[in-house]
Each structure stands twice: as structure tokens, then as C-alpha cells.
């Protein structure tokens, strides 16, 4: 599998290498060189499958 580099987004200094799929959750690295804070997530390809909202009566915005 080929490398992705993974670099600053605000100086784009190279971070790190990564081999497709070897993210699985979120990563947060400082930029030893400019000090920002780049936060990664792995990508996920669109679900095909619609997810129907679940209604509650009553606790839409009601003031008390």
C-alpha cells in the first residue's frame, strides 16, 4: 500500500507518513515548527443507507 503523507495545514511541514486505512479514530499533532494544532479523522466513504429521525413529541424547543 502506498504511504499518504500527512502534512502541517498551515506551514504544510511533513508530519508523518501513513499507510491508507491505519487511522481509525481521531488524532490531534502540534507542529514542532509553527505550533498549530492539526486534528485528523479517519475518512468514511457516504452510507448508501438513509437513517430515519425518530420524532418525540413535546421536547422540540418547548420554553419552561
Known sequence: M??????????RRLL???EDGALCGAL???CP???ALNTLR????????R?????DEGTSHEHR
Open 2 to 11: 502506498p504511504d499518504q503523507e500527512v502534512r502541517c495545514s498551515c506551514c
Open 28 to 30: 490531534s499533532i502540534k
Open 16 to 18: 508523518f507518513k501513513i
Open 51 to 55: 437513517v430515519q429521525r425518530q420524532s
Open 42 to 49: 479517519p475518512f468514511r466513504a457516504p452510507s448508501t443507507e
Open 33 to 35: 515548527r509553527c505550533r
